[in-house]
T-cell receptor, first 112, second 114 residues
Framework: GQQLNQSPQSMFIQEGEDVSMNCTSS?????WLWYKQDPGEGPVLLIA?????ELTSNGRLTAQFGITRKDSFLNISASIPSDVGIYFC????????????FGDGTTLTVKP | DTEVTQTPKHLVMGMTNKKSLKCEQH?????MYWYKQKAKKPPELMFV???????INESVPSRFSPECPNSSLLNLHLHALQPEDSALYLC?????????????FGPGTRLLVL
């Protein structure tokens, strides 16, 4: 089946620093989604990308849909303590309708 | 309203109990999903309902029984669970399940099986 490699697995950064994480796949996706999950809560959608090359921002977050359709990155600028959590990428393809393939997550820790 | 709600938030049950998890959305979405999530792992798809019909069952054991009474509600009936079934159970919904659809998740039910 389709698999996503998400990296890094974890990050420990200082408040104010920028963060970058990415997901790569051996197969093509038609949609990339980025979620953030706080402990004990469900994933919250941050950014959805629908077109190869698309660059989308949501406040301090920026995500891009790779040109090859096999990768995506998420950047967080000027991190703050409430950015702490697990960030998941998810990909969807037209050939696997109804199913999202999730990366293993990036755990972000921000030190004040 | 972009909210998916789930009840209960926490549930402790014995291996002989029968319990149900409930999920509700009022976004007019026609696809609803159940996921199971273990700690520090991504969500794993269990079931997909599209237009109130079960469209995907990811080979889930029969001790988990989904039900979609109407387009806004989704239940997961639990019976004779095992301790390894302890996890966060997430409900999600999307406009439809036939193509590329953004899924919105509920807060989850934290289940502990003793």
């Amino acid at each position: 089946g389709q698999q996503l490699n998400q990296s890094p697995q974890s990050m420990f950064i200082q408040e104010g620093e920028d963060v970058s994480m990415n997901c790569t796949s051996s197969s093509i996706f038609n949609t990339w989604l980025w979620y953030k999950q706080d402990p004990g809560e469900g994933p919250v959608l941050l950014i959805a990308l629908y077109k190869a090359g698309e660059l989308t921002s949501n406040g301090r977050l920026t995500a891009q849909f790779g040109i090859t359709r096999k990768d995506s990155f998420l950047n967080i600028s000027a991190s703050i303590p409430s950015d702490v959590g697990i960030y998941f990428c998810a990909g969807q393809s037209n050939t696997n309708a109804g199913k999202s393939t999730f990366g293993d997550g990036t755990t972000l820790t921000v030190k004040p | 309203d972009t909210e998916v709600t789930q009840t209960p938030k926490h549930l402790v049950m014995g291996m002989t109990n029968k319990k149900s998890l409930k999920c509700e959305q009022h976004m007019g979405h026609r696809a609803m999903y159940w996921y199971k999530q273990k700690a520090k792992k991504p969500p794993e798809l269990m079931f997909v309902y599209s237009y109130e019909k079960l469209s995907i069952n990811e080979s889930v054991p029969s001790r988990f029984s989904p039900e979609c009474p109407n387009s806004s509600l989704l239940n997961l009936h639990l019976h004779a669970l095992q301790p390894e079934d302890s996890a966060l159970y997430l409900c999600a919904s999307s406009q439809a399940a036939g193509g590329i659809e953004t899924q919105y998740f509920g807060p989850g039910t934290r289940l502990l099986v003793l």
